[in-house]
């Protein structure tokens, strides 16, 4: 299906300087709040005639060096990765040599295969010679830790969720109920293990086998993009808390996002990017319902014998 959407940006310092503002009147008497307006329109008079002066005289206005902020918030198929491409084409398109890219990420983890696409086109960025931090407010896991693993810092909120570096697939067997229907395959592992079928020791046998050889990737992954990382000591599937995924060097910093764009807004612009995907009522309607019943997805997923990161 053809996308529809608009890229929208906010200017995040702008509306930081709003809510200090605002908190800033509210404190300041009727008198000072009319001084304090007074002296704003002063310095925002000067300031447009000293850039209309450098205008003049054939200057240009150095502009700040720009943070993207992006958002991802992974559900078990890594859908927004849509979205996701959409915003780093276009800061790919624009950027220069000093602007950077703030991932916000919160991700359980979910399907290989989805989040395999999500953490390539983070890759995109690197490839670019962009810097890329990714800061982990509650939880990057499974494959949300696959993304995160790709940028050139990760910064995690102390009891924010990190790890789980292993592959799980789940696939329920319904075979003693349905003998009575056959089932023809070809080809020695068309299906290795089955939801109809009866699953032999050999099908199991090759199954683990290809679930092995997904985590052998998973944490080849995990080892080119944190070359310092003691991956074996860390690909258990056990997850940790940021603290101690600190002492595991699986992150590098312990802040929440807000720390760092209050850090950047010191003397850099930061903007927030997101693509919105236009979308008609009864489709929007449809996504909270789908929302609701994503234990039912979820399940529905497994049953195909889908390979999940976690």
């Not at 989805?114 to 890329?132: D, F, N, P, T, V």
């Not at 789940?170 to 293990?193: C, S, W, Y």
């Not at 032999?200 to 985590?215: D, I, N, P, V």
């Not at 590098?252 to 807004?265: P, R």
Request: glycine fraction near 6%.
């Amino acid at each position: 299906a053809t996308h529809h959407g608009e890229l929208v940006v906010t200017d995040l310092s702008e509306e930081f300087k709003e809510t200090v503002k605002h908190l800033r009147d509210f404190q300041l008497s009727e008198e000072e709040l009319k001084q304090a307006e007074k002296a704003e329109k002063k310095a925002k008079k000067q300031e447009a005639k000293a850039l209309k002066a450098k205008l003049k005289n054939g200057e240009k206005e150095t502009p700040k060096p720009c943070v993207y902020v992006l958002d991802f918030k992974g559900d078990i198929s890594a859908s927004e990765t849509t979205a996701l491409r959409e915003e780093i084409s276009a800061i790919i398109n624009v950027a220069k040599a000093d602007d950077e890219v703030l991932l916000r990420l919160e991700s359980p983890g979910g399907v290989v295969h989805g989040y395999g696409l999500a953490a390539s086109q983070l890759a995109r960025l690197k490839q670019k010679g962009i810097k890329l931090t990714v800061a982990v407010d509650k939880v990057a896991a499974s494959g949300g830790y696959m993304m995160a693993c790709v940028a050139d810092k990760i910064v995690s909120a102390p009891f924010a969720i990190i790890g789980s570096i292993g592959v799980v697939a789940q696939i329920p067997n319904i075979h003693r109920l349905l003998k009575k229907h056959d089932v023809m395959t070809a080809g020695e592992f068309k299906r290795t293990v089955t939801v109809l079928g009866e699953n032999t020791e050999k099908g199991k046998q090759k199954f683990q086998a290809e679930l092995e050889e997904t985590h052998q990737l998973f944490k080849q992954f995990v080892a080119q993009n944190r070359p310092h990382l003691d991956v074996d000591k860390v690909a258990t599937g056990e997850h940790w808390f940021g603290q101690q995924a600190l002492e595991l060097q699986l992150v590098d910093e312990l802040a929440t996002s807000d720390d760092i764009i209050l850090e950047k807004m010191k003397d850099k612009s930061v903007l927030s990017v997101k693509y919105k995907v236009k979308k008609p009522l009864l489709q929007k309607i449809g996504k909270q319902a789908e929302e609701s019943i994503e234990g039912i997805i979820h399940r529905n997923l497994t049953k195909n014998g889908q390979n999940f990161i976690q």
